[in-house]
């Protein structure tokens, strides 16, 4: 190859009438094997190449005898783009190299830029063809070494400030975040910028989990080339620098190990990001799950990214249900649960010890899962219709879902109670637990109302041996018992939330 230093021979810059044109190309990462077959071409066949001074050991056995080679140090780019337009200009075919893609953080916007600011300028001068080749980039190369974290909808976020102010910056990362998109990072350090890359970090983890799967790759498709992950809440931005992208999964990402071992005979892991052909933690097989469980999987996740804060993954589920159910994000601050209520009931669910859910209307048992209480061996009862409610009403002068959570313990005093209408119901059963007639298996207090409705709840409080969940205040109503009943029939279902889990 023929090198020429920054400052062009006169014979080059001398103005001629022809034409040439100026091919824009990407070489891709580092690697022959990623340099496109176009872009191989057009080396070949140009008369001139300009480029960072750094690429031309990847392109150098493809150019041809008597080329001009002009390279340029860093943050040379507006000189390289005039030095092409110029050889350009003397009838040469010129390709202008870019690591990655060209139009990535490339010199492509620029070539087109000075092309339209030089006919601003100079009407009157022929237009110079511009062609821009497309090439691997980097963030592609990093991707395919740590799997398919890519594999749903993303955006790439460069944090150098030398040209873009770090406020706009700032917004793109927390829109990023706050959207859920796989997110590619450019630039993450260098010895001068050494806060921005944490402080995407702490902006990330306001929005995504701390077990959210993180990539990253140093030297993509070169010799040098290290390929790590770890999670949001592990990940160490010392272990970086400029020659790394970085690539942060989104909720549904998560590691896993591939079947392929490393050289040393062990798998590594890998990042796969879901794009919904197939979901790995459903057990309904190779469809995924039915299309209404995966629409309320996504409303549960949706729900969680806006949720003030993050709870065990117990509370979390009866909550997540709770304020689908009522579109009610007041349910954060007045849904109370015992500590591991749900999964302590789902226990007894799964063991077999417990089989029974009475509610005291008959709304609350309609909203309760039929498939999850066949496939558990359960049933829901309601005993508002019995026969022997109105005439135990009447003699014992108390309201019927009185009588019927009466006639409920009888039959049933280890069930689980699920109120969602009666707060005397509720006062009821509370009355027969300290008589000791009733032991529940858990109770559910979301009776809904003015009269009686607090207190109800207040009386349920003291059994600290009872599983609880209770909707506090004068909110409730049948939906909501009905659907934190689902929320411990279902509590398997749960761990689909955990981004992160490995198969």
């Known amino acids: 190859m023929l090198y020429l230093n920054f400052a062009f021979p006169s014979f080059i810059c001398t103005f001629a009438h022809n034409m040439g044109k100026i091919i824009v190309a990407g070489i891709g990462p580092g690697s022959k094997d990623d340099i496109t077959p176009a872009v191989l071409e057009a080396v070949r066949e140009a008369d001139a190449i300009v480029g960072y001074k750094y690429y031309f050991q990847f392109i150098e056995p493809y150019v041809k005898s008597g080329c001009a080679c002009i390279d340029t140090g860093m943050k040379k780019e507006r000189e390289r783009a005039e030095q092409a337009f110029q050889l ?3 009838d040469k075919t010129v390709v202008v190299i870019s690591s990655g893609d060209a139009g990535l953080y490339g010199m492509a916007p620029l070539i087109y830029e000075m092309g339209r600011e030089r006919a601003r300028v100079s009407p009157t001068r022929p237009a110079t063809e511009i062609v821009t080749l497309p090439g691997i980039s980097a963030f592609q190369k990093a991707a395919s070494l740590l799997g398919a974290p890519i594999g749903h909808d993303m955006c790439i976020i460069s944090l150098s400030d030398l040209m873009t102010p770090w406020q706009v910056i700032e917004r793109r990362i927390k829109a990023a975040a706050a959207g859920d998109f796989v997110t590619a990072v450019y630039n993450p350090k260098s010895h001068g910028r050494y806060w921005q890359l944490y402080r995407l970090l702490e902006l990330f983890l306001q929005e995504r989990s701390a077990d959210t799967p993180v990539g990253y790759v140093r030297q993509a498709g070169r010799e040098e080339q290290e390929v790590k992950t770890t999670t949001l809440g592990q990940f160490d931005p010392e272990d970086v620098d400029m020659f790394t992208v970085v690539l942060i999964g989104n909720s549904q990402s998560y590691l896993c190990l591939t ?12 990042i796969i990001t879901p794009r919904g052909y197939y979901s790995p933690h459903s057990q309904g097989g190779a469809g995924g799950g039915s299309v209404g469980q995966n629409i309320m999987m996504e409303s549960f ?6 949720l003030k804060s993050d709870y065990p993954l117990d509370h979390k589920w009866a909550l997540l249900h709770a304020i689908h159910t009522t579109a009610d994000f007041d349910m954060e601050d007045i849904l109370y649960t015992d500590a591991n209520a749900v999964e302590h009931i789902y226990n007894k669910v799964s063991g077999g010890m417990l089989k029974t859910i009475v509610t005291d209307v008959t709304m609350v048992t309609s909203g309760i899962r039929k498939g ?3 496939r558990l061996g359960m049933e829901a009862k309601c005993y508002l ?7 135990l009403a009447d003699t014992q002068g108390i309201t019927r879902t009185q009588a019927g959570i009466r006639l409920a313990v009888e039959e049933h005093p280890d069930a689980l109670f699920a109120f969602g209408n009666a707060p005397t119901a509720l006062m009821e059963l509370c009355e027969l637990i300290r008589k000791g007639k009733a032991h529940p298996a858990g109770i559910i207090a979301a009776p809904v109302g003015f009269v009686h409705v607090c207190e109800s709840k207040h009386m349920v409080k003291p059994f600290k041996d009872i599983p609880k969940i209770i909707v506090e205040g004068r909110k409730g109503g049948s939906n909501l018992a009905a659907t934190l009943c689902n929320a411990i029939l279902t509590f398997d279902d749960a761990a689909q939330l955990k981004p992160g889990r490995d198969l």
């Open 385 to 391: 219709s019995d026969p022997r409610v109105p005439a």
């Open 259 to 270: 079947p392929t071992p490393s050289p040393k005979g062990e798998g590594r892991k890998m």
């Open 301 to 306: 996740r949706t729900i969680a990214r806006e």
């Open 372 to 374: 999850a209480l066949q």
């Open 88 to 90: 350009a200009e003397q």
